[in-house]
């Protein structure tokens, strides 16, 4: 059974750097690709980041590109999301989702979220 | 990045036919978008049912199916049941990165 376990979330001020972790398991991670995937409580979804099963091809959307980045460590099987320079807009719950292949930027299975909440 | 749209609301009857419809602001819609589609229930986390057009999640009801419509993709859902209620999302792969559409509201009633 996939398991995906996000942690790291919290309260910071805005400027303020914080690093999420998605912790894998029931799956052979490096064989698959990993999404990051927002939302503001209440409100639509929103693809932030994902990374290839061998860790060296990365995609980011628009509102995060130089502030956020994407990582993995095949051998924890886990995935990270480094978030710096945080605005008030982050402000969401960060979900974790592996994708269906190596080469996937899209989620197919998801876990059940972080909160990140950016306010000074 | 492009603009993706869905209806904000639908309603469908128990038992009935419903189509939800993803378009991009860039143009029509095809099998190189890989478009996915999501459905969220209040409090959970999103599932993926759909993913490139076509293919079902291991958990899909055999009641959902996608397609390419019109220049768009397109999620239906024949024989609706209540807990068909929730959220509806598509995503699309654009230019680099991938976009979510503002969500469809599916009420069964």
């Known amino acids: 059974e996939v398991q995906l376990l996000e942690s790291g979330g919290g309260l910071v001020q805005p400027g303020g750097s914080l690093r999420l972790s998605c912790a894998a398991s029931?799956?052979?991670?490096?064989?698959?690709?990993m999404t990051w995937v927002r939302q503001v409580p209440g409100k639509g979804l929103e693809w932030v980041s994902a990374i290839f099963g061998s860790g060296d091809i990365t995609y980011y959307a628009d509102s995060v590109r130089g502030r956020f980045t994407i990582s993995r460590d095949n051998s924890k099987n886990t995935v990270y999301l480094q978030m710096n320079s945080l605005r008030a807009e982050d402000t969401a719950v960060y979900y974790c989702?592996?994708?269906?292949?190596?080469?996937?930027?899209?989620?197919?299975?998801w876990g059940q979220g972080t909160l990140v909440t950016v306010s000074s | 990045q492009a603009v993706v749209t869905q209806e904000p609301s639908l309603t469908v009857s128990p038992g009935g036919t419903v189509t939800l419809t993803c378009g991009s602001s860039?143009?029509?819609?095809?099998?190189?978008?890989?478009p996915y589609w999501f459905q969220q229930k209040p409090g959970q986390a999103p599932r993926t049912l759909i993913y490139d057009s076509t293919n079902k999640h291991s958990w899909t009801p055999a009641r959902f199916s996608g397609s390419l419509l019109g220049g768009k993709a397109a999620l239906t859902l024949s024989g609706a049941q209540p807990e068909d209620e929730a959220d509806y999302y598509c995503?699309?792969?654009?230019?680099?990165?991938?976009?979510f559409g503002g969500g469809t509201q599916l009420t069964v009633l």
């Open positions: 029931g799956f052979t991670f490096s064989n698959y690709g």
């Open positions: 860039a143009g029509t819609v095809t099998s190189g978008h890989f």
């Open positions: 995503l699309l792969f654009t230019s680099g990165a991938a976009v």
């Open positions: 989702a592996k994708g269906f292949g190596a080469y996937a930027v899209m989620p197919a299975d």
